[in-house]
């Protein structure tokens, strides 16, 4: 007997087919992006991020959603928010 969540999946693809390896990329890219940007928020306390650090959030995760940078989302974004809010830091030292 196949498990509940497996059941799931599987009448999914059989009404609308297999998923889009592009749109399931953009979706996990779209989750580290927030949980990047939520990080920063708990890390600074202050809502919005900064906006040079927005900026370079944003900018690595157009490269990860196109495909220019095939690396792991989360791994990026939460390098990338980290170096961004010390730039950011220092900056402002």
């Known amino acids: 007997m196949t498990s509940s969540p497996a059941r799931a999946h599987q ?3 059989e ?14 890219v779209l989750h580290a992006h927030a949980a990047a940007l939520a990080w920063i928020r708990d890390t600074t ?5 900064p906006h040079a ?11 990860l ?3 220019t940078d ?3 989302p989360a791994a990026v974004l939460g390098q990338t928010a980290v170096d961004a809010l010390a ?6 030292a």
């Open 15 to 28: 009404l609308i087919g297999p998923t889009d390896p592009a749109a399931d990329r953009v979706v996990t």
């Open 53 to 63: 650090v927005a900026h370079r959030l944003a900018a690595a995760a157009d490269r």
């Open 87 to 92: 730039v950011h830091r220092s900056a402002a």
């Open 11 to 13: 009448l999914v693809d």
């Open 45 to 49: 306390g202050t809502y919005p991020a």
């Open 70 to 72: 095939p690396r792991d």
């Open 65 to 67: 959603r196109d495909g």
